[in-house]
């Protein structure tokens, strides 16, 4: 066992282990500590515990001292400077065109080292703008290129989700996520949809992968042919969540979806397993390509009569509005539904008569107009006291 204290230099950076050296530090205390880039301000993340040998990388760094008073001020002095010299490297870096963006600056705690962090899609020569920044303050200038995610981490900002960015938060590494993941977790495979705002796909895919891989170990496959309780059937779709599956059956006339548990279904194959299945049903030899018969359908529905209490089928009811109109013809003396007439007392037709019902429907309205324009005169004259038309 290794006795350590958990040191953070961010606060959304990673715990680094350093070697106590007989000081006892309480969380959230500030400290320096010796680093390979010289003395460090930090704060601490985890106060002194032991841990495993195997956790800790040998030789550990050790703790310089408790920060005091002097110390907070230095350090808060080097932070007051990172904003002028964040404008004026981006100043010196519009004038040099230069193909990168200028995303943070670091003071180290002596004041003796400045970093600037930058992103770009390609490797840039930035020696004339080191040689600028130099001689600006007086101090020893790294340059560093990083990440779309680490930009992400060090600005912060919202995702789509509505909540704080998780590496600006609470993640210390970026896991490797791939599409993989979002394919076995069921979600859309459309970039927009499961990349976050540094355009990578997002770390909250890694968060219940190993969840879904359990799950996905006891689930059947899309496709898979399956013995069911009611019957042999192919799997047409899989909710993981709350493990189930919808089965297609087989056997029947019933063509409806089935709902199943994981653990009522028994895998018999794939795809070609269902084709040996239906070629050994239609010739009937089931049992010699290794297939159990099927259980025997449900029976179909029947209704107990309440005056016999015997089981049969319910009678066809006819409906209310027919039921009624029969019921008032029947009171008229006469069947509401019509016979048809028998063919033998059909009254033969031919060509001529046919020809005929059309010449009289097409002459009526002349005839009717006629008969009006005759009684109208007849009219008029008995008006006129049996005279004609007037003289002009």
Same mark, same amino acid.
């Given at each position: ?14 715990? /680094? /282990? ?280 449900? $029976? ?5 009569? $309440? ?34 007439? $028998? ?50």
């Amino acid at each position: 066992m290794t006795e350590i204290v958990g040191i953070r230099f961010n606060s959304r950076g990673k715990v /680094y /282990y350093f070697n106590p050296a007989g000081h006892t530090v309480s969380e959230g205390e500030n400290v320096i500590v010796e680093t390979a880039k010289g003395l460090e301000y930090g704060e601490c993340a985890q106060a002194n515990h032991k841990v495993e040998d195997s956790a800790v990388v040998q030789p550990l760094r050790p703790v310089v001292r408790v920060a005091t008073a002097a110390d907070k001020q230095s350090y808060q002095a080097g932070k007051d400077k990172e904003q002028a010299a964040l404008e004026y490297c981006q100043k010196k870096i519009e004038e040099l065109a230069l193909d990168m963006k200028l995303v943070n600056v670091e003071y180290g705690f002596e004041g003796s080292k400045i970093l600037f962090f930058f992103t770009s899609e390609g490797r840039v020569d930035f020696r004339e703008l080191v040689k600028d920044l130099a001689s600006q303050f007086r101090a020893r200038i790294e340059l560093r290129q990083i990440g779309v995610r680490d930009e992400a981490k060090m600005l912060g900002g919202l995702g789509v989700c509505g909540k704080v960015f998780c590496c600006s938060q609470f993640l210390t590494d970026f896991h490797p996520v791939s599409i993989k993941m979002a394919k076995t977790q069921g979600l859309s495979l459309n970039p927009t949809k499961i990349s976050g705002t540094c355009g990578r796909l997002m770390c909250c895919l890694k968060y219940e992968e190993a969840a879904y891989e359990d799950l996905v170990k006891k689930a059947p496959k899309v496709d898979a042919f399956v013995e069911t309780p009611a019957g042999k059937g192919t799997v047409t779709s899989v909710n993981l969540l709350r493990g189930n599956v919808k089965v297609r059956l087989e056997d029947g006339v019933d063509t409806t979806l089935k709902t199943f548990t994981f653990d009522e279904l028994h895998v018999l194959g794939g795809k070609g397993r269902r084709q040996e299945y239906i070629a050994a049903r239609a010739e009937g030899r089931l049992e010699e390509a290794g297939f159990k018969p099927s259980p025997p359908p449900e $029976p179909r529905r029947t209704f107990e009569s $309440p005056l016999t209490g015997v089981a049969e089928k319910r009678p066809h009811s006819t409906p209310p509005h027919r039921r009624d109109s029969q019921q008032s013809g029947n009171r008229q003396g006469h069947d509401s539904r019509k016979s048809p007439q $028998p063919l033998a007392e059909r009254p033969v037709r031919d060509n001529r008569d046919r020809d005929r019902d059309a010449t009289d429907k097409t002459l009526k309205p002349n005839r009717v107009q006629a008969a009006d324009g005759a009684q109208k005169k007849q009219h008029i004259k008995r008006r006129r006291g049996g005279r004609g038309k007037p003289k002009q």
